[in-house]
């Protein structure tokens, strides 16, 4: 492609956010009148805009959620909207819904603020060139108020629509594009597969390091095919999506040039772990806007899940080669190098110079402000530097830990981490800005100033038992959710919209949510959700934050906590909406257990509550669905025990035995309710009340299993309830009857009396007790 056609999608990109930001401007003050040149008549602009019903009387509303338009097994009923604000310059509060919609008075704030805000900027001719600045401009601004669709944030709109446009600028009557996707596949072997005594700081460097592939893998895309930033719809978490012009041989040409290029790299540098598998699809223009998209969606993972099942088709015969095989490294096992030095001063453990980097770059992670892409082996400032050894002409990217103005070559790309200051996005710092969204929350080292909190540290510090927790969740369903959640409503800006705000949710807001609980969680949830404690979750550190799930360590019981806090934010978030859910698992080790094998754990514990039919999280040992963990106080059981689908379904074995009972109302349901109200017993009464519990658990199991193979199916459910009852009701009564009268007398420890004695709380004593026991022991036993 030839530089007029590269200055023709750059330049068609940036007319359209100029119209987008002129569109927001005319919107916060009629008044307003710019005396630069916009550009308005490029037919690339004006086709995309007709694609997607964008016309000079398209007008900005209040934004309902998109969410709400998601149906899979069930729908939302009830609508909501988002409260128009402007996004803060770093940590944004979480924006939740709201059942209303905004009143003019609001949208008059938002207007008056957008007014100030720009009128203090003083927009140059120069900005206005700036399609990173322009972009932001309408992202900071826009993502919170509609335009064309009612559920369509402005930025998705101008996102969408510019990425078409310079798709077409080659060719406006272009009658297919391509959607280029990337997956990035074996990440778990890459970064799980590590154990040594500095772990939990290369497996965060390792996590980050995979950021910089992803978005040096769509740098390398851009340039084959000239397109602008504004073109990538998705990137993140080693996938990407990325909207190209209909040359078939182009768009083919580059994709195989990339892919042959990384993958060549990758198996160099990781023997063969990590895998990029790369393609593109059809899809026809006029689909851009229509639920027709879905059938480009779709053929997505079936492109490169066939690439996947022919991993490095290109390179096998280095694979077949014969090679020596040295000692291994002691970090990731790798045996094709001699090159293996201790992996730090400290740390004598031998390792290679990937491992030793890796270790390195973690130590450099508490804070990063920016990273810089260049072709420079050294920049001024720099504390540390990645390098991606292609060919003859090596990529590095510089790592700053506070932002700052720096001089560099008109060709770099800078990345602004987290970082929604426009001013900083002007030219008059750098030639190339862009932002990059990273999940980066750390608490710093309570030992060494500026380093990430160590797994000792973490373990010290946690309450109660020295143990330090492994934290991963992800959205449930999240394909299903892009291909075929939509439905009718399916177009390219609310696909890129979900995109976004996943995105912001995972990498945004819940840097913020560990950093400011109370502004996030307390103040606008109020009385709405559950916890233990109202103490800040401060001894945490972000291993891994990306596009829809997460892995964070920490103290044991901030590590639980925050998985509770994060599940009923994110369900707030998305509006309660009954498709969008989380699951969860988490595994507690000791300080130097190996870290690969405690990241598998919580692994393995997530997809048991995958298995327990989503929506639940796995802990102690037991998989629950999170209504059961969080609980509830006077409920009724028709709010806990939902109508069965199936004759023999569990809950609805439940409802039918108690339905026989005297008393419907219950007092306590679940696990969090006993569990605050049993952790400040006296410790001895506790303790004595623990071990009763996991003896009752213990003998209900042993019982159970015992019966599994004698008992037939079809009444084995009816007996299960039968023998929960009966067995755990006279130890229960007993254990009860033994505490002192002023235990039994308080108040608060009423409920406790009744609740346990009924047979669907039963199924929660062995979590109960063994989360009152981990609170209220300290100990370097292994045992839990």
Not at 264 to 277: D, E, H, M, R, Y
Not at 459 to 468: F, L, Q, T
Not at 750 to 757: F, G, H, N
């Amino acid at each position: 492609m030839n530089n007029s056609a590269h200055h023709l999608s750059f330049k068609a990109a940036r007319g359209v956010m100029q119209q987008a930001v002129l569109k927001l401007l005319q919107w916060s003050d009629p008044a307003w009148k710019t005396e630069v040149r916009i550009e308005s008549g490029n037919e690339a602009i004006n086709k995309a805009k007709t694609l997607f019903s964008w016309t000079e009387t398209s007008e900005i509303q209040p934004l309902q959620l998109l969410f709400d338009k998601v149906k899979l097994d069930q729908e939302q009923t009830n609508p909501h909207y988002l409260k128009p604000l402007i996004i803060k310059d770093s940590d944004p509060i979480i924006p939740y819904p709201i059942n209303q919609k905004p009143t003019e008075a609001e949208l008059k704030d938002l207007q008056q603020q957008i007014k100030k805000e720009i009128n203090e900027l003083q927009l140059t001719e120069s900005d206005w060139d700036n399609l990173s600045l322009l972009t932001l401009i309408v992202e900071k601004y826009g993502s919170f108020i509609s335009f064309v669709n009612s559920d369509t944030a402005l930025i998705d709109i101008a996102r969408s629509t510019a990425a078409v446009a310079a798709a077409l600028a080659e060719n406006v009557e272009a009658k297919t594009l391509y959607l280029i996707a990337g997956d990035l596949s074996g990440i778990q072997n890459f970064i799980y597969t590590i154990s040594s005594d500095g772990a939990l700081k290369s497996l965060r460097a390792r996590s980050f390091y995979l950021e910089l592939v992803t978005e040096e893998i769509v740098q390398q895309i851009l340039k084959e095919l000239k397109l602008p930033k504004t073109s990538v719809i998705y990137a993140g978490g080693g996938n990407l999506y990325i909207l190209a012009s209909g040359n078939k041989e182009k768009a083919k040409d580059a994709v195989k040039a990339v892919r042959d290029r990384f993958n060549k790299w990758l198996k160099q540098t990781f023997q063969g772990k990590v895998f990029l598998a790369l393609d593109s699809v059809e899809l026809p223009t006029e689909n851009v806007n229509k639920k027709e998209l879905l059938k480009a969606w779709e053929e997505v993972p079936q492109k490169l899940g066939k690439l996947k099942q022919r991993k490095f088709e290109t390179e096998l015969s280095d694979f077949l080669a014969i090679k020596p095989s040295y000692e291994p490294c002691r970090v990731c096992h790798r045996d094709d190098t001699e090159n293996l030095k201790p992996l730090s001063d400290q740390d004598s453990v031998l390792a290679c110079p990937t491992c030793r980097d890796m270790f390195k770059l973690g130590g450099e992670l508490l804070k990063v402000d920016l990273i810089i892409r260049s072709s420079d082996e050294k920049l001024k400032g720099s504390h540390h530097q990645i390098k991606f050894d292609w060919d003859e002409n090596p990529i590095y990217y510089h790592v700053f830990r506070y932002w700052q103005q720096i001089i560099t070559q008109e060709s770099d790309t800078v990345l602004l981490v987290n970082d929604w200051k426009l001013d900083h996005y002007r030219f008059r710092y750098f030639k190339n800005p862009s932002p990059l969204f990273l999940g980066q929350y750390a608490k710093e080292s309570y030992e060494e100033k500026n380093q990430t909190i160590r797994a000792n540290e973490l373990a010290n510090v946690g309450k109660g038992i020295n143990r330090v927790g492994y934290l991963r969740m992800d959205v449930d369903k999240l394909g299903q959710i892009f291909a075929k959640g939509l439905g009718d409503h399916q177009n390219l800006p609310r696909l890129a919209g979900l995109s976004r705000q996943m995105t912001y949710f995972f990498k945004v807001y819940l840097n913020s949510l560990a950093e400011n609980r109370d502004q996030n969680f307390f103040q606008p949830l109020g009385s709405s959700v559950k916890f233990l404690s109202e103490s800040d979750r401060k001894n945490l550190l972000f291993i891994y934050a990306g596009g829809d799930d997460l892995f964070i360590s920490g103290a044991w019981n901030e590590v639980v906590e925050f998985a509770f806090d994060v599940y009923q934010s994110f369900r707030h978030y998305t509006g309660q909406h009954p498709d969008i859910t989380l699951s969860g698992g988490i595994s507690l080790a000791g300080a130097k257990f190996p870290l690969y094998l405690a990241a598998s754990e919580s692994g393995k514990t997530e997809e048991t509550a995958k298995g327990n039919g989503r929506d639940s999280l796995g802990l102690f040992g037991q998989a629950l669905k999170w209504k059961e963990w969080l609980g509830g106080v006077n409920i009724e059981l028709s709010e806990i025990l939902e109508e069965p689908e199936q004759k023999d379904d569990h809950y609805g074995k439940i409802k039918k035995y108690l339905s026989q009972e005297k008393e419907v109302k219950v007092a306590l349901f679940g696990v969090l309710p006993f569990v605050q109200i049993l952790q400040n017993l006296n410790t001895n009464y506790s303790r004595s009340f623990v071990r009763n519990l996991l003896t009752t658990a213990q003998l209900q199991d042993l019982k159970i299993k015992e019966i599994e193979e004698k008992r037939q199916k079809e009444d084995y459910q009816d007996y299960l309830l039968d023998l929960r009852y009966y067995l755990h009701l006279p130890q229960i009564a007993y254990t009860l009857a033994r505490l002192p009268q002023e235990v039994r007398n308080k108040p608060e420890f009423k409920p406790v009396l009744t609740s346990l004695k009924h047979p669907y709380n039963a199924l929660y004593f062995r979590v109960i007790a063994t989360w009152i026991e981990c609170l209220n022991r300290s100990s370097n036993s292994e045992d839990l």
